[in-house]
């Protein structure tokens, strides 16, 4: 049944009654109209105001690590171009800062002040840049206009959309401080909250009322509500205003952290009532007074004041000495916070006593002086090894419960330190010196020779404070260049950095190898290798990532490490030589230890790498001839005189090798098979790296633990194949790992190198293998009639000309070399094709594989081939080429750019020709870096000075216009592996791209 609507006195409204009801929903309406009305005005007002902020923090700083963010900002002073912004979107470190106003114009503004502990900054711009922006327009500062139920908008650059307008009400102004997540917060002011499910990039926002004046700034938020939380503007008003009449801006502390408690939580610490009903009836809106947290480790303070402690005023001394009678004083009532803050930076450089209640009773506390907060916040950082580190602040001393001075704060530790180092590490002693500032650090590291291992003692930040913990780090002064920069104030009030490089102390002598002879049980290693296999060596490499340019990388070393490490196996091939993988040693820029026997480390140097195989040889002190058997890679003749053929499945093989942790292990093992490793994709998803081919990879029956590596050895002890770890690039750009034997022919090539002759015969093809019924069937080999003549065929090669039989041809296993791709400019380019079946080569038939292959090629010397091609066989004619060392030995980092020649794996897989230079990445978080370097295995010098100089946008030096040009918000001629064919270049915004490029041409100078 319906509801019959009534009065309340049972019957229907009447007829005025609803008159009356609709009006006055018409004026509700009317109302909120008009309020629209009037909201759409003050907006329109203030958006010209309302800036987006693109913050690039080129450093790591104790707030953030290096990148780019977004943020807001808003005008507050359009004649003098200040704007307004909070500290953590500027961050404490090195910035370049670019604003996108109302009318989408860009400028690049200067920071000009940043408060040492609230969270805001101010800005400067040019206001005569601005042809569009309307130019008058600022927001007025309104801080006594912050209250409880007021209606607000937070005008902002949410969620990176430059401009959004979210609506809210204020519903409390006396919240203390955010605690956040990082440690890393604001004290000693109150926060006002409310629910306008704000997100990032609204940072900065000003937040307004209704008259369009700013009541509060957006410093952060809850990511488990909606709620948010303003900083009020009772100090960022005060900063203003001396910042506008050129004045400095005082800001005192006595180090300690108070808070705000209510009358409630004031009763249980014993505030007498009495006290509380006379500064009631002085203030009847006063609902709590400030109350001691804690004081700051070693400060005065912590020996005067106890947590608990109730705060009543200050007893200011005129003088700074604050001795007994000396000088007048006075005090200052003390009720909240902008009571507090307005009374210590009114007088800095004095002595003060506080005036407290404690368990009931009336003290006062002191003298204690009231610093400078700037003079306590670090301004400068120390650079070592892409390390950034600097002097412990205030904030993060707060936080961790540590005095100031006790230390440096490892804001991103680097290649030298992070390998064992956590970031945000606290680092107390160096080499046996207490460390307590960057100076000293910058002092001690330059003393500290080459290679030299040194003791670091640190304090892992907000975890277990209070215990040191020790590493034994390794000093390598190649990657490890020292320079301190400090942030100056300019003439116009601008902070800019400066740079001042640390020069490392030459020693009197150079570093000397550590001998085996010199161990302390060095004669019972004399007397314990006495077996007939090589000696096996655990092999350690290290590379900074952002010199990581022949490495596949995986999900934790592309995401967030800060130093590749590997670890692989290797063996004497002969005296001062050592092979390794290419997994162990990737590439020749890093960092190589060899440690044999588990007792002596030697430092090794990358001596060649080869350019298809999964091999490196490394160079090493000569060690004495009793501690190591040379590797035995020619077969030996058995009884029987014959010598060890092909290895075929079923061979029994004895495995010597090490494990994971180095320990040595025996293993009888038998071959399953013998196989080529399929062909790379012509365009992974990532940058192109290197791949084994024409190399068969031996499998073993009784697959061994992951990351055992050694040799595989006949039963006479010579060497049957590797047994190595390769790095694969898998379709998606990421590394994957398997392993497999590389056989006795691969190293017989690598006999040949030495520091003379660092070259391989290349014949510049991939190769695959196809079975003999898919030759005979798929192919038609056995409707073979008669040969093709081929012009220019070899002169001699008559005997190769006769039609091959299976029968003749034998293979040694039922399949046949084909070829799978041709390199684009190589030997093989217009001469042999996909799909090329190979018969002979220098008259023979090819039975025993492509290393058998490859055994007959010489750099330089023609070599006759035949193929079968197209139901044909064809003559042919082949120059070998010798390729040399692959892998970067020279980089070239110029404004976080990565710059080497074009990777031999990048000009196979997409057949770039032209000479040009590759882009491997960036430095991480640096869209620009300060200097240029050129980065050699045995030098580091400064890339020579080139003609057309311009200006460096951070610190206003000299460099050459074609890196500015390509590093900083240019365009040039590039190719993109993810974007399409590499000989099509196209014009691109190198800042925009994705992380790998090739550089084609470099953009003229503009």
């Not at 400067?124 to 601005?130: N, Q």
């Not at 499910?197 to 809850?222: K, Q, T």
């Not at 939580?265 to 002085?282: A, V």
Request: overall charge neutral.
């Amino acid at each position: 049944m319906a509801h019959d609507s009534s009065s309340e006195d049972g019957e229907r409204p009447t007829k005025a009654q609803r008159s009356a009801s609709d009006a006055d929903v018409s004026a509700a309406v009317a109302s909120a109209s008009a309020a629209s009305a009037e909201w759409a005005a003050t907006l329109e007002n203030c958006i010209p105001a309302i800036v987006a902020l693109r913050v690039s923090s080129v450093r790591p700083s104790e707030l953030d690590g290096a990148g780019v963010s977004w943020g807001t900002g808003f005008v507050v002073d359009a004649e003098k171009g200040f704007l307004l912004t909070n500290r953590h979107v500027v961050g404490t470190g090195p910035v370049r800062i670019l604003a996108t106003f109302d009318q989408h114009e860009e400028l690049d503004i200067d920071l000009v002040y940043r408060d040492p502990l609230h969270d805001f900054a101010v800005l400067r711009f040019d206001p005569s840049a601005l042809f569009l922006t309307r130019k008058q327009v600022a927001l007025p500062l309104a801080p006594a206009e912050l209250r409880v139920g007021a209606e607000v908008r937070v005008i902002g650059n949410d969620d990176g959309e430059k401009l959004q307008i979210l609506q809210g009400t204020i519903a409390r102004v006396d919240r203390n401080a955010p605690d956040y997540s990082d440690g890393v917060g604001d004290e000693n002011t109150f926060y006002a909250g409310c629910g306008s499910n704000c997100s990032g990039g609204a940072s900065g926002s000003p937040v307004v009322n209704i008259r369009g004046e700013v009541v509060a700034i957006l410093a952060g938020g809850s990511n488990s509500s909606s709620s948010d939380f303003f900083l009020p503007l009772d100090r960022v008003h005060y900063a203003v205003e001396h910042l506008m009449r050129q004045e400095p801006v005082p800001r005192g502390t006595v180090r300690v952290r108070f808070l705000f408690e209510t009358w409630a939580q004031l009763k249980r610490l014993g505030f007498p009532e009495s006290r509380r009903d006379l500064l009631l009836k002085e203030n009847l809106g006063l609902r709590g007074l400030l109350v001691v947290e804690r004081a700051l480790e070693s400060s005065v303070a912590q020996s005067a004041v106890a947590a608990g402690d109730v705060l009543l005023g200050l007893r200011i001394h005129e003088s700074a000495s604050g001795a007994p009678g000396g000088g007048a004083k006075k005090e200052v009532p003390v009720q909240t916070f902008t009571d507090l803050e307005s009374a210590l930076d009114a007088a800095v450089g004095r002595s003060v006593k506080l005036l407290l209640v404690r368990g009931g009773d009336a003290i006062d506390v002191g003298p204690v002086l009231i610093e400078d907060l700037f003079a306590l916040s670090p301004s400068g950082i120390l650079e070592c090894g892409s390390g950034v580190f600097q002097d412990i602040p205030y904030s993060t001393a707060r936080a961790s419960q540590l005095p100031l001075g006790s230390g440096v704060l490892a804001a991103e530790c680097g290649f030298v330190f992070g390998p064992k180092v956590p970031d945000q590490s606290i680092i107390t002693d160096v080499a046996g010196r207490p460390i307590n500032s960057v100076r000293e650090l910058a002092e001690l590291l330059p003393t500290i020779e080459e290679g030299a291992y040194f003791e670091v003692r640190y304090i892992v930040k907000g975890k277990n404070a209070t215990r040191k913990q020790c590493k034994m780090l390794k000093m390598q002064r190649l990657f490890a260049h020292l320079a301190l920069c400090h942030e100056r104030q300019t003439d116009r009030g601008v902070l800019k950095w400066e740079r001042v490089e640390v020069p490392f102390v030459e020693s009197a002598s150079p570093p000397q190898q550590p001998s085996p002879q010199a161990g302390s049980n060095g004669g019972a290693l004399d007397g314990r290798r006495t077996r007939k296999a090589p000696t096996l060596a655990r092999i350690i490499f290290r590379t900074p990532c952002e010199l990581a340019t022949d490495i596949i990388m995986d999900k934790q070393e592309s995401s967030g490490s800060k130093t590749v490490e590997r670890a692989g196996v290797g063996f004497l091939e002969r005296p001062g030589v050592v092979v390794t993988d290419r997994h162990a040693v990737p590439q020749p820029l890093g960092d190589v230890e060899v440690t044999f026997n588990q007792e002596v480390t030697v430092q090794a140097r990358v001596l060649f790498i080869h350019p298809e195989h999964n091999l490196v040889l490394l160079q090493v002190p000569p060690l004495p001839e009793e501690l190591h058997t040379v590797a035995w890679l020619h077969a030996k003749p058995d009884d029987a005189g014959t010598a060890h053929t092909h290895l075929e499945p079923g061979t029994s093989l004895q495995f010597v090798g090490l494990d994971a942790c180095g320990h040595e292990v025996v293993r009888r093992v038998s071959v399953a098979s013998l196989s080529l490793p399929p062909p790379q994709a012509a365009m992974p998803s990532g940058p192109p790296r290197f791949a084994e081919r024409n190399c068969e990879i031996l499998d073993l029956a009784e697959p061994l633990p992951t990351r055992w590596s050694g040799l595989l050895l006949h039963d006479d002890g010579s060497i049957a194949a590797f047994y190595a770890l390769f790095a694969c690039q898998m379709p998606n750009g990421t590394r994957g790992t398997r392993s497999g034997g590389i056989p006795r022919e691969a190293l017989l090539q690598l006999m040949q190198v030495d520091d003379a002759c660092k070259t391989v015969p290349a014949l510049g093809v991939e190769l695959e293998e196809i079975t003999v019924a898919a030759l005979r069937h798929e192919r038609g080999f056995d409707r073979l009639q008669a040969t093709v003549p081929v012009e220019g065929e070899a002169n001699g090669a008559a005997a190769a000309q006769a039609p091959p039989t299976l029968s003749e041809w034998k293979p040694s296993r039922p399949v046949v070399l084909c070829v799978a791709r041709v390199e684009k400019g190589g030997p093989a380019d217009g001469t042999l094709r996909e799909g090329d079946v190979l018969v002979r080569a220098a008259g023979s038939y090819v039975r025993d594989g492509v290393l058998a292959l490859s055994s007959r090629a010489s750099p330089g010397r023609p070599l006759a081939l035949q193929v079968f091609r197209s139901g044909a066989v064809a003559s042919l004619e082949l120059v070998p080429s010798a390729d040399g060392s692959d892998g970067a030995e020279r980089v070239a980092i110029w404004h976080g750019l990565v710059c080497v020649h074009t990777p031999r794996a990048l000009r196979r897989a997409g057949g770039l020709q032209r000479r040009c230079r590759g882009l491997s990445g960036r430095v991480r978080g640096a869209r620009l870096l300060w200097r240029a370097w050129a980065v050699h295995r045995h030098e580091c010098p400064k890339l020579p000075p080139r003609s057309g100089r311009t200006t460096d946008p951070l610190l206003g030096r000299s460099a050459p216009r074609a890196c500015h040009a390509l590093a900083w918000r240019s365009r040039c001629r590039c190719a993109c592996p993810r974007r399409g064919p590499y000989r099509k270049g196209r014009h691109a915004n190198i800042a925009a791209r994705p992380r790998f490029l090739a550089i084609d041409r470099a953009a003229p100078p503009v």
